[in-house]
């Protein structure tokens, strides 16, 4: 299920630093049952708080979520083992990775060389 949220997450129209600082210390579960309280608690800015809240519908992200499985499309988050170790090391690295096909290759130096 929290592959759900993850999907959902990923596909809001969020400041990347926002969506970092979230993820640095809550799951995307816990970020979908926040409510305008808790997010106001977390320093979250306004602007970004209207569009999490806006948003808390999961069909779309269910569709999409269908779709990815037939593609065989995966979401990796920042939060992932699978994240690319040399990718963290940059201070404003995505969120999230939408990968299709072998997924271990990313940390190779072939890859690695493109991203630095």
Same mark, same amino acid.
């Given at each position: 299920?929290e592959?759900l %949220?993850?999907?959902w997450?990923?596909?809001l /129209? &969020?400041?990347?630093?926002?969506? &970092?600082?979230?993820?640095?210390?809550y799951?995307?579960? *816990?970020i #979908? @049952?926040?409510d305008?309280?808790?997010f106001?608690q !977390? @320093?979250v800015p @306004?602007?970004e708080?209207n569009?999490i809240l !806006?948003? =808390?519908?999961l069909e779309? *992200?269910k569709?999409?979520l269908e %779709?990815?499985?037939?593609?065989?499309?995966?979401?990796?988050s920042?939060k /992932?083992?699978? %994240?690319p +170790? =040399?990718?963290?090391?940059? *201070? /404003? !690295?995505?969120?999230? &990775?939408?990968? +299709?096909?072998? @997924?271990?290759?990313?940390?190779d130096?072939?890859v +690695?060389?493109? #991203?630095?």
């Amino acid at each position: 299920m929290e592959e759900l %949220y993850n999907v959902w997450f990923s596909g809001l /129209d &969020l400041n990347n630093e926002t969506k &970092l600082d979230l993820l640095e210390k809550y799951d995307t579960k *816990e970020i #979908w @049952e926040f409510d305008l309280e808790e997010f106001v608690q !977390k @320093e979250v800015p @306004e602007e970004e708080i209207n569009k999490i809240l !806006k948003s =808390k519908s999961l069909e779309e *992200e269910k569709r999409n979520l269908e %779709y990815m499985h037939q593609k065989d499309i995966k979401l990796i988050s920042v939060k /992932d083992e699978k %994240y690319p +170790r =040399k990718l963290l090391q940059i *201070e /404003d !690295k995505p969120a999230f &990775l939408y990968v +299709r096909g072998n @997924e271990e290759i990313l940390d190779d130096d072939a890859v +690695r060389s493109g #991203w630095l």
